[in-house]
């Protein structure tokens, strides 16, 4: 998955390229056209901008990040007394839940393509 438009029209970065969180103004993009996106990333996907570059196709790291997602997703269960029914959590459980599956995939994809190993 590729976060696309990472611009407002007006040019302010909105989400990051690479994992979808809140993006600052620097991108990836070598904005050959002027129409073409910028490819903005987040603060923490930056550093990593020299890496993520040079990945050609972001699916297997996806799919892997995915388990990122899983484990943070049960660490969290596990914090909060191992509730496994949605319907039992509270509304800042919930948020906070889908917080940990978002930032667990996200730190795990960031985890992949700093290493630089293709998961597959
Ligand atoms: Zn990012």
Do not use: N
Not at 75 to 100: C, H, N, P, W
Request: charged share 30%; proline share 4%.
């Amino acid at each position: 998955m590729t976060f696309t438009p990472t611009a407002t029209a007006e040019g302010q970065p909105t989400t990051c390229r690479c994992c979808g969180r809140h993006a600052i103004g620097m991108g990836i993009s070598r904005m050959a056209k002027s129409t073409d996106d910028p490819g903005y990333l987040c603060g923490e996907c930056i550093l990593l901008i020299e890496e993520i570059k040079r990945v050609r196709r972001m699916d297997p790291y996806e799919l892997a990040a995915l388990d990122g997602g899983v484990d943070a997703v049960g660490e969290y269960i596990d914090s909060i007394g191992g509730l496994t029914e949605l319907a039992e959590f509270d509304e800042l459980q919930q948020r906070m839940l889908v917080k940990a599956a978002w930032q667990g995939c996200a730190d795990r994809l960031r985890e992949l393509i700093r290493k630089g190993d293709l998961p597959f």
